[in-house]
């Protein structure tokens, strides 16, 4: 019997993420990695205009980063954190509080982007039980968000527009407002956010805290929103004595061109939620960090314990190479570079406004969208194989097409990402003519 190659083998046994195994992706293998390049099996090499889902930064086969891993792998790739420590999650856990703010002081290390989600939930409904307050259980989200494919943070997910609406019968009922309408601060009105006061102020009482993306709404829709939305609902969740969790899983580590993307509003979330670039891209890892408040509040009622604790808590393995990956970061100019990021994109993407299949163009930071103005579901069987064919990846989604690169990526690099969306563009409204 003939043995199935690779991609034989893949498509009969493997589920790849939001696919079907009666209909499996066209899938491209990738053999190296280095730079912005993916070498696929063919020889071919392409552009990752997606930072492999936005988390590496730096590209592929950064060499501090390789040398930090197999240094690590010498002493040891893995220990349980219960009961024991190390110094790459302690050193992990001091560059964390030295690059958030001041009032962000407690470190709970967790496997993924959504198992922090998780955490963080879970530490505001435990600290409000600890204060004597067990019926503050709800959570407050916005619509078009997304969190997480687990089943805490599948619940803050927008329940409607969202991945997860088989579940909705099974979820946690929460409560949603209305996405920020405003770009800038400059189109800030105080209408955009009436709907969410009135959520609050109904329903302090059962709501334990408030989660949103601050800035960037990734996955739920790549929407854009001002600072002064933020201000507000800090504002908000202080009158009414609620905790602000930020989910900066996606924005975090510069991505939209602060550091952390509450550092634009000037405010402080109570809980807040990393990971996708913490480590560089090189492997799963995430954290969530509190205020002392929430931190010591959980014990308030001298029994309270955090109710969390995964296996791989704490990786070394993992957390060596985030220490890594937040040094090179921060040694490097990443400023500038994201800023030339946000310009190049703003003046190559702009004049695809023009054309008839396109809704908005939009660029924050290192993030360039195109909104088409009908889902791309229909052109899937042939858009993938284009997309590669431009010498580009690029994973378009509803109706969006955008691209985050790392942010190492030179200028000829991004120019190759936009002429290809370009072609994607006019190759879609000739489909459509057709």
């Given amino acids: 019997m003939t043995e199935l190659n690779n991609l034989q083998f893949d498509a009969k046994h493997l589920w790849h993420p939001y696919s079907s195994v009666q209909n499996p992706p066209l899938l491209h293998e990738v053999v190296s990695a280095k730079g912005v390049y993916l070498t696929l099996a063919d020889g071919r090499q392409i552009i990752d205009g997606m930072s492999s889902w936005w988390s590496a930064i730096h590209g592929y086969g950064h060499p501090r980063l390789n040398a930090a891993a197999k240094d690590q792998l010498d002493k040891m790739s893995h220990v349980m954190f219960g009961g024991l420590t190390h110094d790459p999650a302690v050193s992990l856990a001091r560059r964390l509080i030295d690059i958030t703010d001041d009032a962000l002081q407690y470190v709970f290390l967790a496997d993924s982007g959504s198992v922090s989600v998780e955490v963080a939930i879970k530490m505001a409904i435990q600290y409000w039980f600890a204060q004597g307050k067990a019926d503050k259980q709800k959570l407050l989200s916005l619509r078009n968000g997304y969190h997480g494919d687990t089943f805490g943070a599948m619940a803050v997910c927008d329940p409607v527009n969202g991945m997860h609406s088989q579940f909705a019968n099974v979820l946690p009922k929460h409560l949603f407002a209305p996405a920020p309408t405003c770009r800038e601060d400059s189109d800030w009105q105080d209408e955009d956010i009436a709907e969410m006061r009135a959520?609050?102020?109904?329903?302090?009482?059962?709501?334990a805290a408030v989660i949103v993306e601050p800035l960037v709404q990734g996955a739920g829709g790549m929407h854009?929103?001002?600072?002064?939305?933020?201000?507000?609902l800090r504002a908000l969740c202080d009158k009414h004595d609620l905790l602000l969790i930020f989910d900066e899983i996606a924005?975090?580590?510069g991505r939209t061109g602060h550091l952390f993307a509450y550092e634009a509003a000037g405010v402080v979330p109570d809980i807040l939620c990393v990971g996708k670039a913490l480590t560089g891209g090189y492997m799963t890892l995430a954290a969530t960090l509190c205020q002392t408040k929430v931190a010591h509040g959980i014990s308030a009622d001298s029994q309270g314990v955090l109710m969390h604790g995964p296996t791989f808590m704490g990786n070394p393995l993992a957390c060596r190479v985030a220490c890594e990956s937040i040094d090179v970061l921060l040694e490097s100019d990443w400023q500038t570079q994201v800023l030339n990021i946000e310009t190049q994109l703003t003046n190559e993407l702009s004049e695809l406004i023009s054309h008839s299949l396109v809704k908005d163009v939009r660029v924050k930071g290192a993030i360039g969208v195109v909104e088409l103005n009908q889902p791309l579901d229909s052109f899937m069987e042939w858009l993938p194989k284009f997309i590669v064919d431009q010498g580009v990846w690029i994973r378009p989604f509803r109706s969006m097409i955008y691209v985050m690169p790392p942010y190492i990526i030179s200028a000829?690099?991004?120019?190759?990402?936009?002429?290809?969306?370009?072609?994607?563009?006019?190759n879609l409204e000739e489909s459509v003519k057709s």
């Fill in 251 to 253: 924005t975090g580590f």
């Fill in 412 to 426: 000829e690099q991004l120019s190759t990402l936009t002429q290809a969306i370009k072609a994607i563009i006019i």
């Fill in 199 to 207: 959520l609050i102020e109904s329903n302090h009482q059962q709501l």
């Fill in 224 to 232: 854009f929103y001002c600072p002064q939305y933020l201000r507000e």
